[in-house]
C-alpha cells in the first residue's frame, strides 16, 4: 500500500506562486508515474499534470499548460507542482497521485491518494 503525504497549498493572490510537495511512503514503493488533480465543490475531479518517472515525461492540462510544472525525484518517489501566474480559476482542493503498475500508460492507473489540500486564489 502505497500513502501519500502532501505538503504545501494556501491563499495567495492572483499572479502569485505556490508550491505543492508529495512524497509516497510505505512498505514497498515502486511508483512508476505520479500526478496532481484538483476538484471544486459540486464539479468533478480534473487532471491537472503528470509525470512518468521513465524519461521523464510530463503530461499537463491545458488550462495550466505554461504556468504549472511538475517535478519529482525518482528516488525519494516524491513530486512537486511548481504553480505560477495564478488565477482565481485555480482554487481548489488538490490531491496527488501514484500509479504502481509497471508499463502504465496515458491516462494512467492512479490507484494511490494523498489527503488533499486546498489552494485558494484572490482576486
Known amino acids: 500500500q502505497v500513502q501519500l503525504v502532501q505538503s504545501g497549498g494556501g491563499l495567495v493572490e492572483a499572479g502569485g506562486s505556490l508550491r505543492l510537495s508529495c512524497a509516497a511512503s510505505?512498505?514497498?514503493?515502486?511508483?512508476?508515474?505520479m500526478g496532481w488533480f484538483r476538484q471544486t465543490p459540486g464539479k468533478e475531479r480534473e487532471f491537472v499534470a503528470a509525470?512518468?518517472?521513465?524519461?521523464?515525461?510530463?503530461y499537463y492540462a491545458d488550462s495550466v499548460k505554461g504556468r504549472f510544472t511538475i517535478s519529482g525525484d525518482n528516488a525519494k518517489n516524491t513530486v512537486y507542482l511548481q504553480m505560477n501566474s495564478l488565477k482565481p480559476e485555480d482554487t481548489a482542493v488538490y490531491s496527488c497521485a501514484a500509479d504502481s503498475h509497471p508499463g502504465s500508460r496515458w491516462p494512467f492507473q492512479f490507484g494511490s491518494w494523498g489527503q488533499g489540500t486546498q489552494v485558494t486564489v484572490s482576486s
Open positions: 509525470i512518468r518517472w521513465s524519461g521523464g515525461i510530463t
Open positions: 510505505g512498505r514497498t514503493v515502486t511508483t512508476y508515474t
